[in-house]
């Protein structure tokens, strides 16, 4: 499955390059408002902080909201609480595009993550070009040579990367590459289960004065504390707020 969204995300990327070149989208990233700091945004604190996740669908649930004012819901994530707005833009499984990205950015002072099958650099001037402040890399996705081209590109236009990892070996190759924000997903992207105690299993391979962030596996306060107990400075939230209240789902996980 991970192969063929990285796959997918390159062609549409290709298709999107024979519209728009490299060397336009370069030049547009250059043009844009600087990036906001998205460490100090996520630095820790007595509070556990949220990213708040703009997503309308998944491989493994299906359609999840339609989410057709992504803007309104950016604003109601802001008003509740969140540190830091994740969209996911990848089109084909997930429903999203560049421009949800570029309407939350116009709307809302927090950092916002371009959430994708990032791969190769088009992309991450792409994301700059839209006004992310954070873009997605994710470790079993890429070989290391890879990882650290996109990880320095990321980091040379201003942005902060936030490195994925599933296991013991990805954190050690997300910190060989500097990582200063290491997110644990707790869904296999291979075969989509979970495992919510991962998380617990490799922070403490994650040294301190880098910030940990738990992803997915989230439908409650309870899931949000138990992160939190396990050392988690962030917590990813996607279908919990889409599907619900978002203000007051937000309200009820900061509390944790």
């Not at 996911?88 to 429903?95: A, I, K, M, P, S």
């Amino acid at each position: 499955m991970l192969s063929d969204l990285v796959d997918g995300a390159r062609e549409d990327a290709a298709v999107r390059r024979e519209s728009v070149s490299l060397a336009v989208v370069e030049r547009a990233a250059a043009d844009a408002a600087p990036a906001l700091d998205a460490l100090e945004a996520l630095s820790p604190r007595e509070r556990v902080h949220i990213i708040a996740e703009i997503k309308r669908s998944s491989p493994s649930r299906g359609a999840l909201a339609e989410i057709s004012d992504p803007a309104s819901l950016a604003i109601s994530y802001q008003t509740g609480g969140a540190s830091a707005i994740s969209v996911l833009t990848e089109q084909r499984r997930f429903g999203g595009s560049l421009e949800d990205l570029v309407t939350v950015k116009s709307v809302v002072r927090l950092p916002v993550l371009r959430k994708d099958f990032i791969a190769e650099p088009y992309q991450v001037f792409e994301a700059r070009a839209a006004g992310a402040d954070l873009v997605l890399l994710i470790v079993a996705a890429l070989d290391q040579q890879t990882l650290a081209t996109l990880y320095n590109l990321i980091v040379q236009l201003g942005m902060t990367p936030l490195v994925e990892t599933h296991s013991a070996e990805e954190v050690s190759r997300a910190l060989d590459v500097g990582a200063g924000l290491v997110g644990v997903n707790a869904r296999n992207l291979s075969t989509f289960e979970l495992d919510q105690n991962l998380f617990g299993e490799l922070a403490d391979q994650i040294p301190s004065g880098v910030i940990r962030i738990a992803e997915s596996a989230v439908k409650t306060a309870a899931d949000v504390a138990h992160y939190r107990n396990a050392g988690a400075d962030v917590v990813l939230v996607g279908e919990a707020l889409v599907t619900g209240d978002p203000i007051a789902t937000l309200q009820d996980f900061l509390d944790c």
